[in-house]
């Protein structure tokens, strides 16, 4: 497989290092597991560790290869082994907060062309989720299209009603109903995939992602859970990131299912994503307008006459918290960071000066 076939494309040839090509080649990392790689090129799939060097030179998670990154990689034992002395630069990267009380970023993947983001149309389906699945892509520069699964499940004028309601809510073009039981849909989304471009597939657990993935591979290749009929809620199945290749040359990015979807440093997803009411903000009489009790606020007004509803701008207020709240948390824990750096710097400078 050439370089090319991988999405190698113009972009990274003109950003990559020549200097670095001299003793190292390119490859893209297809899996990531914890810290453990797998990539790819040429010469065909090998496992790799990154180098000590990059290790300490690493100041978070998204200095580390994730799945879909262009790494510079030496070669090995007859090409049995590598490692990974540099990550190239990244077209894209999507992340998102790290799970759980950690503040940081967690990188999911990266150097994607268009996020296939999943809702089932039967008790998954959900705006404001995709709202916030809109805002991490669009933040990363990516574009986005909408498969809704299940479509099985549902009347058509449903699920006419539940596309109609997406393309009044959002500027998305494509929007695919489908059905991995009869098949209804599955030729649309093939035919949508072109060759040598990457797409990432996004949604909850238990939208179908697995199934979705061994319906377009043509084979059980992804193993797959019943939904738990308590709930309606998935099981996690994909626990590894991993880049998959289909017959027709597209590549798709596998990813774990989310059922925490916080984020921070999404300025240019929100204006992408809430359009509308970023465009009455700028039209607020005070620059620092909350849009929640300040007199002249366009937003609140649109509100009132019904412009905009009243779920999407609670949605919309929310993120811009989460958003506040979480950068300064940041902010702070770098500094501490840093600041702790300095004063092991220090101690170990102290030693030095003293010993004889």
């Known amino acids: 497989m050439k370089l090319e076939d991988l999405g190698f494309s113009t972009w990274f040839q003109e950003n990559s290092d020549s200097k670095l090509l001299n003793s190292t080649q390119p490859a893209r990392v297809i899996s990531v597991y914890r810290d453990q790689y797998i990539i790819k090129n040429e010469l065909g799939e090998i496992s790799a560790d990154v180098t ?51 503040i940081g970023f967690q990188a999911l993947a990266a150097n994607i062309d268009t996020a296939l983001i999943m809702q089932s149309l039967d008790r998954d389906f ?7 699945y809109l805002v991490m892509v669009h933040t990363a520069g990516i574009a986005p299209a909408v498969l809704l699964s299940k479509s099985d499940l ?42 040598g471009m990457t797409y990432c597939l996004l949604g909850s657990s238990g939208v179908g992602k697995s199934s ?19 709930n309606g809620r998935g099981r996690h199945t994909t626990s590894l990131r991993q880049l998959l290749f289909l017959e027709s040359g597209a590549m798709l990015i596998d990813t774990p299912g989310m059922r925490e979807l916080a984020n921070f440093d999404i300025a240019n997803g929100m204006s992408t994503t809430f359009s509308e009411i970023e465009e009455l903000a700028a039209q607020c009489q005070f620059n620092d307008c909350s849009h929640e009790h300040e007199k002249g606020c366009t937003v ?13 701008y609670r949605n919309f207020l929310k993120m811009k918290k989460e958003n506040a709240f979480y950068e300064m948390s940041y902010r702070e824990k770098r500094q501490r960071d840093k600041n702790f750096g ?15």
Do not use: C
């Open 154 to 195: 549902v009347t058509a004028a449903e699920i006419k009603q539940k596309m109609l309601e997406i393309r009044q809510r959002t500027s998305i073009n494509t929007v695919i109903p489908f059905s991995n039981l009869s098949g209804r849909g599955l030729s649309e989304i093939n035919d949508f995939l072109d060759p």
């Open 300 to 312: 609140l007004s649109a509100l009132n006459e019904g412009t905009i509803s009243r779920e999407r």
């Open 342 to 356: 300095k004063m092991v710097k220090n101690v170990m400078k102290d030693k030095r000066t003293r010993l004889p």
């Open 52 to 102: 000590g060097k990059l290790m300490f030179n690493a100041e978070s998670a998204l200095d580390y290869p994730t799945v879909g990154d262009w790494v510079y990689a030496e070669y090995f034992d007859d090409n049995a082994f590598a490692v990974i002395h540099q990550v190239l630069p990244r077209k894209s990267v999507l992340k998102r907060k790290t799970p759980g009380k950690e």
């Open 212 to 230: 979705l993935l061994n319906s377009l591979l043509g084979a059980a290749v992804i193993r797959t859970q019943r939904v738990r009929e308590s």
């Open 126 to 132: 959900n705006l404001a989720r995709l709202d916030r």
